[in-house]
């Protein structure tokens, strides 16, 4: 049997967004200089998010593109079936700029570092910081989130349940129990 129990709502995911879009500005010593890049699927919504409270906040647009991870993945085998690539969308130069990767939860950190290997072939940021809503722990890998929405301790047999507006029409976050 499934337990489920929810960990934010709509107006917690708001909260969060908007301290994070604050951090990320105070770090950065303004809007200057930075983009954002939110990583497939969920990670796109959250990063338009935190540049439209960015925007609210400094009266500055702050770019956001898209970066598909897909082959960049290092759990991709032979035998699987091709993986369906939509492409990464970053419209504007990285080059010495300050990146912000943005995703929905940070768990064994592949996923941000397949994104890193992504980055790397579009351009050569000045730094690059990362932005998670969730940070559930367990990484594999020396990863850290910068910007984190919140830290949510988990076992590995559960699973953190992002769901937005923009892709499943409602807000919330749960961890559900397997």
């Known amino acids: 049997m499934k337990k489920e129990v929810q960990l934010m709502d709509d107006n ?12 990320i500005l105070e770090k950065n010593k ?7 890049v939110g990583i497939k ?3 796109v919504p959250l990063a338009n998010r935190l540049a439209t409270k960015m925007k609210l906040i400094e009266n500055v647009d702050v770019p956001v593109g898209i970066l598909d991870i897909t082959l960049y993945r ?23 700029k300050k990146v912000i990767l943005v995703d929905d939860v ?5 996923t941000v570092r397949a994104a890193l290997d992504a980055l790397v072939d579009i351009g050569r940021p000045q730094l690059t910081q990362l932005a998670v809503l969730v940070d559930r722990g367990h ?9 984190v929405g919140k830290n949510v301790p988990t076992s590995k047999n559960e ?13 919330f976050v749960m961890i559900e129990k397997l």
Do not use: M
């Not at 708001?14 to 994070?20: E, S």
């Not at 940070?106 to 592949?110: E, P």
């Not at 990484?139 to 910007?147: G, K, M, Q, S, T």
């Not at 699973?159 to 807000?171: A, S």
């Open 74 to 96: 290092d759990d991709l085998t032979k035998e699987e079936i091709d993986p369906v690539v939509h492409g990464s969308k970053v419209d504007v130069d990285i080059n010495k």
């Open 159 to 171: 699973v953190v349940k992002v769901k937005l507006e923009e892709i499943d029409k409602d807000n």
């Open 41 to 43: 699927t969920r990670g």
């Open 139 to 147: 990484r594999e890998l020396p990863i850290r989130a910068d910007y």
């Open 106 to 110: 940070l768990y064994t950190g592949r």
């Open 12 to 23: 917690a995911i708001n909260r969060a967004i908007t301290r994070i879009a604050h951090e």
């Open 30 to 36: 303004g809007a200057e200089d930075i983009i954002l």
